[in-house]
């Protein structure tokens, strides 16, 4: 049994790696759930988190986090995931409590509190983990690891250096990577293999309220990704809860790896010290 906190911008593909999270409960126990603004805004990906949570009947407690990254302005994700952050799905908006702290105090209080060590997912930018960093720094006693969908070895998909999660917010992505906490990254070099087929996405269709919301998520997912060449859709965050759930199925490197936060082309990019002449440890990258 894992301790995890998910810290997510719904997000398709967030509401995917939240759903399946919950599906698993004799493996993965969820202490609580936070947003920080990625895909959209702070105010749009916590609607978002709670209508998933509402739907699928979870009690699973949701912090509100960080509006905007550490030092830029937000870039949100809206062409790939519409007006929403989440469009295709029509909720009824029945509410879903969010707790009072904000998010970093949230994620600290259930880390110190848990009598295990517990496991972050971080599915969005990682302004909240930083910040839970550089706020609780004795707090990386308890973090078993870090596993995160974000970055890229081989290419961007932001620009074509950075991935979007580790772009929005290269300076949180700085500090998390150098907090000496292992990290499984779940870049694009992964998430892009990791896709659901068109027709595996109709055989969502009808099948039941879940897997129907499922198949209105990935339509709309789907026929966006076609903007950017895809076919079939990446799911991108799933990896970061499949890790955890079958590691089995993926296979990785232990690579030092680590981010650009210059405002030059390569701006978020993250690069791996592919033969080790850092001389840095290594961190886990998948
Ligand atoms: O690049 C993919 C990442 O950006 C995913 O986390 C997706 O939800 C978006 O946030
Ligand atoms: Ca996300």
Not at 165 to 184: L, R, T
Not at 197 to 216: C, D, M, W, Y
Not at 248 to 257: A, K, L, P, R
Request: charge should be negative; charged fraction near 20%.
């Amino acid at each position: 049994m894992k301790h995890i906190l998910i810290d997510c911008d719904p997000g398709h593909d967030d509401a995917l790696a939240i759903m399946t999270a919950f599906a698993y409960p004799e493996h993965l126990h969820i202490l609580g759930v936070t947003t920080v603004g990625g895909n959209q805004t702070l105010e749009k990906v916590t609607t978002n988190a709670k209508n998933i949570l509402e739907f699928i009947g979870a009690e699973i407690p949701l912090a509100k986090g960080q509006k905007e990254p550490l030092v830029k302005a937000l870039n949100t994700g809206e062409q790939a995931h519409g007006d929403s952050g989440m469009d295709g799905p029509y909720f009824d908006g029945k509410d879903y409590p969010v707790v009072s702290e904000n998010a970093v105090r949230f994620l600290y209080e259930k880390i110190l509190s848990c009598p295990e060590k517990v496991t972050i997912v971080a599915l969005a930018p990682l302004t909240n983990i930083a910040l839970l960093l550089k706020v609780y720094p004795e707090i990386k006693e308890k973090i078993e690891c870090i596993s995160m969908m974000g970055g890229g070895i081989s290419h961007g998909n932001c620009t074509e250096l950075a991935e979007f999660n580790i772009y929005v917010d290269p300076e949180a992505a700085h500090i998390v990577f150098h907090s000496g906490i292992p990290i499984v990254m779940s870049g694009l070099d992964v998430t892009e293999k990791a896709v659901i087929t068109v027709q595996e996405i109709e055989e969502l269709k009808n099948k039941g309220r879940v897997s129907h919301l499922v198949f209105e998520l990935l339509k709309f997912y789907n026929e966006s990704g076609k903007q950017f060449g895809f076919i079939d859709s990446p799911v991108h965050d799933l990896c970061a809860i499949e890790y955890l759930l079958a590691p089995e199925i993926f296979s990785g490197t232990d690579w030092y790896v680590d981010v650009i936060t210059d405002d030059g082309c390569a701006r978020g990019q993250t690069f791996a010290d592919l033969r080790a002449l850092s001389g840095h440890e290594p961190k886990y990258m998948y």
